[in-house]
Every structure is written in structure tokens, then in C-alpha cells.
């Protein structure tokens, strides 16, 4: 099993819905990340979450929100979903060994389409 | 802010060709990693290495090499005898341990052909 899992992998909206992305991971780390992948910028930071009751905003996170229910779960929303909001989500998990040890594993990717 | 650049869009060799992916960042930390990733056509995000700004040892894993430079703020990638399952897109990465915000490169695509 994957240790990194995000659902739906898939998802065709319409603009003005909300919807939610939703991540679990079974590596036991305490930091959560999403971002999005846009062809030729690369992957942005959306949020971060470094435990259960941290949540900090990253380089773009204007119209999304999220949640961390536990250490394993970390959901992303968006309130009323837009067309430019349609990319290729990517959680991902770390867990910061000591200085220098931090690497991130991310999971399979969600896209996304808003019509 | 930190930056990272990876001037090189895409790139196409034919097999056994070695090829070299470049990375430029900018910092202003002393202290940083910087990480490449690679993106096959399934689409996941495959890790393939960390380094430590403070240590500029040269790596080799297989076919892969990296060559970190902090001179010129590079850290490229080689790929030696490249087969035709290289075939992805490859991202560099920054990350500073103190404001914890990892940023990634556009991403160079590379196509090895039979």
C-alpha cells in the first residue's frame, strides 16, 4: 500500500462549488504539505501543517482552506471552486529528523478540472 | 525569497546519450537543502536526492550524478547513458530549514528515444 494517499485522484467540478481533497499518510510524520503543479511554474506551496493544531499559509493560499484531523489526515478545500483553480494537486508528508534531515514524499496527485 | 531556475524547458536525446539537467537557485540563507525530484508520465513525484548546503561532496547513484557548486549556485543533474524509462520531468527544489517553504523549479522535461 502506498504510504501517501490522496482522493479523489480525479475530479470535474463546476465553478461555485466547494470541494474537498483529501490526504492521508501511514508514514507517522508530523508534516503535511499541498500544493499545486501548473505546467511550467513548477509545484507551489498551497498550506502547511507541521502537527495536528499547526496550519500555516504557503506562497499561494488565497481560496483554499484546510484541515488537519489527525496526524495522518490533512484535507484541502476550496470554498467556491474557479476555473484557474484547475491543476494537479500534490500532498505531500515529512518528518524533520534533525537539521538538514527534512525530505517531503508525496503522494499520487488529484486532478482537478473547473469548469 | 529564494528562487529556483531551471532555464532548460525540455530536452530530447537519443538513448545511451549522457545528459545534463541544469538548477540555479538563490538564497540568502547560508543554511538550505536543495533536492531533485522526478516526474514520470504516470505523474507521481518520485524523490532522488537532498543535499546540505554544507556539503559540496559530488554524488553518484548509478547512471546519476549531481554536482553541487555553491560558487555558482548550481546543482546539476547527469544523467549517464540515459534510457528511454529516464524519460520524465525532472524538478529541482529549495528548501530553507527556518521559513520551511520548499520551492521547486518549472521542471525540465526530458524525452530519451530509442
Known amino acids: 500500500d502506498a504510504d501517501v494517499t490522496q482522493t479523489p485522484r480525479n475530479r470535474i467540478t463546476k465553478t461555485g462549488k466547494r470541494i474537498m481533497l483529501e490526504c492521508s499518510q501511514t508514514k507517522g510524520h508530523d508534516r503535511m504539505y499541498w500544493y499545486r503543479q501548473d505546467p511550467g511554474l513548477g509545484l507551489r506551496l498551497i498550506y502547511y501543517s507541521f502537527d495536528v493544531k499547526d496550519i500555516n499559509k504557503g506562497e499561494i493560499s488565497d481560496g483554499y482552506s484546510v484541515s488537519r484531523q489527525a496526524q495522518a489526515k490533512f484535507s484541502l478545500s476550496l470554498e467556491s471552486a474557479i476555473p484557474n483553480q484547475t491543476a494537479l494537486y500534490f500532498c505531500?508528508?515529512?518528518?524533520?529528523?534533525?537539521?538538514?534531515?527534512?525530505?517531503?514524499?508525496f503522494g499520487p496527485g488529484t486532478r482537478l478540472l473547473v469548469l | 525569497a529564494q528562487k529556483v531556475t531551471q532555464a532548460q524547458t525540455e530536452i530530447s536525446v537519443v538513448e545511451k546519450e549522457d545528459v545534463t539537467l541544469d538548477c540555479v537557485y538563490e538564497t540568502r540563507d547560508t543554511t538550505y537543502y536543495l533536492f531533485w525530484y522526478k516526474q514520470p508520465p504516470s505523474g507521481e513525484l518520485v524523490f532522488l536526492i537532498r543535499r546540505n548546503s554544507f556539503d559540496e561532496q559530488n554524488e553518484i547513484s548509478g547512471r546519476y550524478s549531481w554536482n553541487f557548486q555553491k560558487s555558482t549556485s548550481s546543482f546539476n543533474f547527469t544523467i549517464t547513458a540515459s534510457q528511454v524509462v529516464d524519460s520524465a520531468v525532472y524538478f529541482c527544489a529549495l528548501s530553507e530549514p527556518y521559513n520551511n517553504d520548499m520551492r521547486f523549479g518549472a521542471g525540465t522535461r526530458l524525452t530519451v528515444k530509442p
Open positions: 505531500a508528508t515529512s518528518d524533520l529528523q534533525g537539521p538538514h534531515q527534512e525530505t517531503q514524499y
